[in-house]
């Protein structure tokens, strides 16, 4: 079973929401789960509408049956700083170091090197056990860099271990990559069923393969629930308005809603329906391609729907339990 969770997507596609749904499924009935963000945005703070993360381990949420969420906003420059304690016992030097601005201009200038500090930190918490030598967490979610930069972003460890050839740099990157390329790890694709998310999904699956790091599945978001029936999409994409009227009215008529005349609303609202009618097919169909395209992929798939009202803390606990309903945390 895998440990460490990377959840990337395209931007727009809800992965940071996903990533946070999926730590309260993997927390349930009693585990420990670490949801850790890279980018700085503090966008787990504000899913779990709490105050902005520091640099530390903090428990944020409860999931059901008692287990729990903790959260890590990694800092590179902190994390150089741990790094150089480690390796090299220079606390006191490192926060001199900082005072000056070399910290801050390492991680900014050198190439790699804040990838590194981040997956490695990440890494750690992975590994890491208490006095009786059980993990300290049971899982680790990262929500990690966008599709585009996942696979260099995770893969920046064996660049630098080929560098380094000696010493704790080499030995702490590879470290890192056994972890990283081990069955331990499962990287996650967030996706929407449109065109250009999908397409993003199969390069970045295609680019994580290629460079040996393991792939997980692919969470479709953001799902919209069909409002006709397939009588009603056929009728509508061959433009019987009056099969396509009737079956609006039943839907209404579902709601309790709704001003009807002959066809089942009153004549001026029939044509703009219609014409949402006709629009609704059209993202059916676009939708069914997208569902092909993923399922070309081969990889486990999990679904979620839109939630119409934004998603707020009910709404990350209600995804939970979908991802959980459809055996991600299995």
Do not use: W
């Amino acid at each position: 079973m895998s440990r460490l969770h990377v959840v990337s997507g395209k931007g727009g596609t809800g992965k940071t929401t996903v990533a946070a749904a999926l730590a309260l499924a993997l927390a349930a009935e009693g585990k420990r789960t670490l949801l850790v963000e890279v980018e700085g945005r503090q966008g787990i703070a504000q899913l779990f509408e709490t105050e902005a993360l520091p640099y530390e381990e903090r428990k944020i949420a409860v999931a059901p049956g008692g287990g729990e969420v903790f959260a890590l906003a990694i800092d590179a420059e902190q994390a150089l700083l741990d790094y150089l304690q480690m390796f090299y016992k220079l606390g006191g030097a490192g926060r001199a170091l900082r005072k000056i601005g070399a910290i801050d201009f390492a991680t900014t200038i050198a190439p790699g090197l804040r990838d590194v500090l981040l997956t490695g930190k990440a890494c750690e918490a992975v590994r890491r056990k208490d006095r009786t030598g059980r993990f300290v967490y049971d899982h680790v979610v990262m929500d990690a860099p966008p599709t585009g930069r996942v696979t260099r972003f995770l893969n920046v460890n064996d660049e630098v271990a080929g560098l380094a050839r000696i010493g704790p740099i080499h030995n702490q990157a590879q470290a890192v990559m056994r972890v990283l390329k081990s069955p331990e790890t499962a990287v996650h694709f967030v996706t929407l069923l449109e065109e250009m998310p999908v397409q993003e999904t199969s390069d970045g699956i295609a680019e994580l393969r290629a460079a040996g790091l393991p792939v997980g599945g692919v969470v479709i978001n953001m799902v919209r629930p069909a409002i006709l029936d397939d009588a009603a999409v056929e009728a509508a994409a061959n433009g019987r308005r009056e099969e396509v009227a009737r079956a609006l009215s039943h839907a209404l008529e579902r709601t309790g809603s709704g001003s009807r005349g002959r066809t089942g609303f009153a004549e001026p609202l029939v044509e703009p329906l219609l014409q949402q009618a006709r629009e609704h097919t059209e993202r059916l169909a676009l939708e069914q391609r997208g569902r092909a395209d993923v399922a070309r992929l081969s990889l486990p798939t999990y679904e979620l729907q839109l939630l119409g009202d934004g998603v707020d803390l009910a709404g990350l606990y209600r995804m939970a339990r979908e991802l959980r309903k459809q055996g991600v945390a299995g």
